[in-house]
């Protein structure tokens, strides 16, 4: 067996056919992945030497994203959103962003929900804290004000929640929101992000489909939990995306079983298989289910999310497999594999 043969465990695709790079002599084997797996580096190197009948391999991982289409020194922009609030899309977001650099990229986080921006208290920033406001030239030479995004667990974030008070209501309308959203997106000098993880606002009305088509976005990941009235809504939200050709990544489930903090044992109060049944509806990958625990919401409100509280505890574990299998999906659309089975443009005379 060679080592390119070896089929990609989130996408079961052999390396070669993806575009991976592989270099290999003797037992040390160098590969570069389309998406960050440092959290499984040694499953890796286990799962290869079982493949090619050896006894020990000695990997070294590397990561090349693919490339993005996002503003200046953004990569690739992916949306986190919903069908309707109250499922824990924010803090899957953040928890998400988190993960992705725990797994070794580079990335930032935008809060694009301008009504009811959270991220800067998950994010632990003080309500006082300010980004600095920066002079660059524009277009036409023109100086040009920009914001430096504030560092937080080791992500780059921007969030309205830095420009007005926690008591200050955003009364606006539609094509003001998407204004703002096109501002904090454009003028922000992220610093070379692989991925921007936009945090969208609940729904799938005017303001969301506007923003969808004004900002690159190069997949979404939708969040559900498994209740009936919330999988109805989760469905709008890919339909949504799919209207505006923007790839769904995937399904999170949230919610999805209540974990006991006496016994432990599980109870799947908001009912069962939800996110599977939509996410094979759709043929698009279930991403993750996480559970309805107490730790989880303390972390966030506390200003230090699962990840970055635990990043190496069970919890954070789902969310950082959810986080490769999400950027793993990304590169199967992106990468050599989806161009050889692309459509063919057929002309025809009227």
């Given at each position: 067996?060679?080592?390119?043969?070896?089929?990609?465990?989130?996408?079961?695709?052999?390396?070669?056919?993806?575009?991976?790079?592989?270099?290999?002599?003797?037992?040390?084997?160098?590969?570069?992945?389309?998406?960050?797996?440092?959290?499984?580096?040694?499953?890796?190197?286990?799962?290869?030497?079982?493949?090619?009948?050896?006894?020990?391999?000695?990997?070294?991982?590397?990561?090349?994203?693919?490339?993005?289409?996002?503003?200046?020194?953004?990569?690739?922009?992916?949306?986190?959103?919903?069908?309707?609030?109250?499922?824990?899309?924010?803090?899957?977001?953040?928890?998400?962003?988190?993960?992705?650099?725990?797994?070794?990229?580079?990335?930032?986080?935008?809060?694009?929900?301008?009504?009811?921006?959270?991220?800067?208290?998950?994010?632990?920033?003080?309500?006082?804290?300010?980004?600095?406001?920066?002079?660059?030239?524009?277009?036409?030479?023109?100086?040009?004000?920009f914001f430096q995004p504030i560092k937080a667990h080791g992500i780059q974030a921007m969030s309205m929640s830095f420009l007005v008070t926690e008591k200050t209501?955003?009364?606006?309308?539609?094509?003001?929101?998407?204004?703002?959203?096109?501002?904090?997106?454009?003028?922000?000098?992220?610093?070379?992000?692989?991925?921007?993880?936009?945090?969208?606002?609940?729904?799938?009305?005017?303001?969301?489909?506007?923003?969808?088509?004004?900002?690159?976005?190069?997949?979404?990941?939708?969040?559900?939990?498994?209740?009936?009235?919330?999988?109805?809504?989760?469905?709008?939200?890919?339909?949504?995306?799919?209207?505006?050709?923007?790839?769904?990544?995937?399904?999170?489930?949230?919610?999805?079983?209540?974990?006991?903090?006496?016994?432990?044992?599980?109870?799947?109060?908001?009912?069962?298989?939800?996110?599977?049944?939509?996410?094979?509806?759709?043929?698009?990958?279930?991403?993750?289910?996480?559970?309805?625990?107490?730790?989880?919401?303390?972390?966030?409100?506390?200003?230090?999310?699962?990840?970055?509280?635990?990043?190496?505890?069970?919890?954070?574990?789902?969310?950082?497999?959810?986080?490769?299998?999400?950027?793993?999906?990304?590169?199967?659309?992106?990468?050599?594999?989806?161009?050889?089975?692309?459509?063919?443009?057929?002309?025809?005379?009227?």
């Amino acid at each position: 067996m060679k080592v390119e043969q070896f089929p990609d465990p989130y996408l079961d695709v052999p390396w070669q056919d993806l575009g991976a790079r592989v270099l290999s002599s003797g037992s040390r084997i160098g590969v570069t992945l389309g998406y960050p797996a440092a959290g499984m580096h040694d499953e890796l190197a286990r799962r290869l030497a079982e493949f090619l009948g050896v006894d020990h391999v000695d990997l070294e991982l590397d990561f090349r994203p693919p490339p993005g289409r996002g503003p200046g020194r953004v990569g690739n922009i992916i949306a986190v959103a919903s069908g309707k609030g109250g499922v824990g899309k924010s803090t899957t977001a953040v928890n998400l962003a988190l993960a992705l650099d725990r797994e070794g990229a580079r990335v930032g986080l935008l809060d694009a929900d301008i009504y009811g921006p959270s991220q800067g208290m998950m994010l632990g920033v003080p309500p006082s804290q300010r980004p600095e406001v920066v002079s660059r030239p524009g277009k036409g030479g023109a100086e040009q004000k920009f914001f430096q995004p504030i560092k937080a667990h080791g992500i780059q974030a921007m969030s309205m929640s830095f420009l007005v008070t926690e008591k200050t209501p955003m009364v606006w309308r539609g094509p003001m929101v998407s204004g703002a959203l096109q501002q904090l997106l454009t003028q922000t000098l992220w610093d070379d992000l692989d991925y921007l993880i936009v945090d969208m606002p609940p729904g799938t009305g005017d303001i969301q489909l506007t923003l969808s088509q004004q900002v690159p976005v190069a997949g979404a990941v939708i969040v559900t939990t498994p209740q009936d009235i919330a999988l109805l809504d989760a469905i709008k939200g890919i339909e949504m995306f799919r209207k505006v050709d923007i790839p769904v990544l995937g399904v999170i489930e949230n919610m999805s079983v209540f974990r006991c903090p006496h016994c432990g044992e599980d109870s799947p109060i908001f009912g069962s298989g939800g996110g599977e049944r939509i996410a094979h509806e759709f043929a698009t990958p279930l991403l993750g289910r996480l559970p309805l625990t107490l730790a989880i919401r303390e972390q966030a409100d506390g200003g230090t999310p699962t990840v970055a509280h635990d990043p190496d505890g069970d919890i954070a574990g789902i969310y950082r497999d959810a986080a490769r299998r999400l950027a793993a999906e990304l590169w199967r659309l992106s990468g050599p594999a989806a161009a050889a089975g692309g459509p063919e443009i057929s002309m025809i005379d009227d």
